[in-house]
């Protein structure tokens, strides 16, 4: 049986949890909805103590909170954590995969990747994440949904129930790095306006980068295509929702406007 401990039960991390609940594993967390606080010592190191599986979803600050105050508690088992393909920073649109250089603009970010890496973690690299109740359609539904006439500028993306599948798959594959990503990175106004257009709403208007704001601001900055093919090759996975628009399609089917209006446009900031 898998006993899975996570660390940060944030958007992505719970539906991993789900996934690994629906095979009849067990899951024990911590993060605004798990049932362990992170700073419980006590109640982390019972739970590590019968965990065969530990994923990290937790972002670093000045260092990597779970390395720095739980990393003698790890053992030998199976390591994972979410990590960013920010690490690669920009390369003027051109494609990255796992032997690309590590040359984001976060120090931070970068070190976390590899301290993970060392421990022989199967260190997951994520684009953009989105789903129900976290996609452009909720945005627009919202009022927060832009473009920018930056139609070259391209980003890759993930569907979160992808996402959880890579990981689950990496349960049985070698430690190393591995990018979950969908097959056809795209620009965000393409992204946005097809979105608009699947739920019959005018497209947003165009705004100046001036006017967005400064974290709005830096994810302009970059600008690169993330190749998958390490991770289908190891893990033999491959996206259900192999490109944005058939993600877009399932998340306008399983939402409501009632729903998605409501619900949070973007990841809380201490949990992926």
Known sequence: MTRLFIFGLGYAA????????ARSGV?????????IAF???????AGLATATH????????EG???LDRYGDLLGDRWLGYLSSTGVYGDAGGAWVDESSAVRGRRANRNAADARWLARRARVFRLP???GPGRSPIDRLRAGHAH??????QVFSRIHVDDLATGVIAGFDAPAGAYNLSDDVPASQDDVVTYAARLIGVPPPPLVSLDDLSPMARAFYA?????????AQRVLGWRPRYADYRLGLRAVSATTSPTIASAAPAAASSDQR
Request: hydrophobic share 35%.
């Open 128 to 130: 953009g994440i989105y």
């Open 147 to 152: 473009r920018t006439g930056l139609t070259d």
């Open 27 to 35: 899951v024990t967390a911590t993060g605004q909805s798990g049932d």
């Open 64 to 66: 990597d909170p779970v």
């Open 222 to 230: 970059e600008n690169r295509r993330v190749a998958n093919g390490k």
């Open 39 to 45: 700073d419980d010592a006590d109640a982390v190191r």
């Open 14 to 21: 719970a539906r991993i949890a789900d996934a690994v609940r």
């Open 54 to 61: 530990v994923l990290s979803s937790v972002p670093p600050d």
